[in-house]
């Protein structure tokens, strides 16, 4: 498993109903989502190995629904010479089977969209200096990449200075 940044992310937006899986990862919660050229073929073996791993769900019925770049900051090395960010692509399907909980991310699992969007109202509590950072670490907010792109796919929503104050958080 390469250690440097490759710049590419790919996340998947996994629905039913007026549901969607949330991932704990490392700096918060999110949908599935991993970095995806350096460790996958293609975008889409990204998606679907990545909902894989991290979810236990089969990835079904998946399509792209938006791609772009994001100067967000990466928890990987940078190889010399590149900018922070990523490509981002995201892909939106349906899960088959049951969500696996891994012991080190028990909070993974269905959640609804008002659920989503109290996680990202956690997010700009914390960046506003209403919540610190222990109570941060206890219950996680969404990942501020996360929040910008779930606002641009309708999920959650953000004003304006909200959606600054989560691009500021990611660089």
Known sequence: MPTYCDSTMVAVLITADDELVLVQHQLGMGAPAAHALALHSTWIRAAREETAAQT??????????????LPDRCTRPLPWGRAPGHTWQWWQGRGQGQVRRPCAAPRTGWYDRGE???????????????????????????IAAHALWMHRLGVIELAT???????????
């Open 116 to 142: 989503a969007q109290y996680l990202a109202e956690l997010t700009l509590e914390h960046a506003r200096g209403h919540r610190t950072d222990a109570e941060h670490t206890q219950e996680p907010g969404l």
């Open 56 to 69: 236990g769900l089969s990835l079904v019925d998946a399509h792209a629904v938006t791609s772009g770049r």
């Open 161 to 171: 200075d909200d959606r600054a104050l989560m691009a500021k958080l990611c660089a």
